[in-house]
């Protein structure tokens, strides 16, 4: 069955970096998009960034651009979220998730998450 596993999150201080891990398997990394969302205390999960499938797209939320990068290697069936100059409202449950296309913005199977905390 599809599965997707996250990894790499933490307490990190304002400034700091952090490359999460989203392992998939039970379908081809290399023919469906995976997304990263990010779920804020109190909030509602929103898209922060997408991997598309072919030609190696990607799509970033407007307040992430130049901060998130996406990346993947699908012989690894892995996507990774590298976060850099962290903020403290970049904390949350950050998780990723696909639909089983190739193209971003459908999701039907999500992973557990993992925690992102940025503090001094």
């Known amino acids: 069955q599809v599965q997707l596993v996250e990894s790499g999150g933490g307490l990190v201080q304002p400034g700091g970096s952090l490359r999460l891990s989203c392992v998939t398997s039970?379908?081809?990394?290399?023919?469906?998009?995976v997304g990263w969302f990010r779920q804020a205390p109190g909030k509602i999960r929103e898209g922060v960034a997408c991997?598309?499938?072919?030609?190696?797209?990607?799509w970033y939320e407007d307040s992430v651009k130049g901060r998130f990068t996406v990346s993947r290697d699908n012989a690894k069936n892995t996507v990774w979220l590298q976060i850099d100059n962290l903020k403290p409202e970049d904390t949350g449950v950050y998780s990723c998730?696909?639909?089983?296309?190739?193209?971003?913005?459908?999701?039907?199977?999500w992973g557990q998450g993992t925690q992102v905390t940025v503090s001094s």
């Open positions: 998730g696909t639909g089983l296309k190739t193209w971003c913005g459908w999701y039907d199977y």
């Open positions: 039970g379908f081809t990394l290399e023919d469906a998009a």
């Open positions: 991997s598309s499938a072919k030609d190696d797209g990607a």
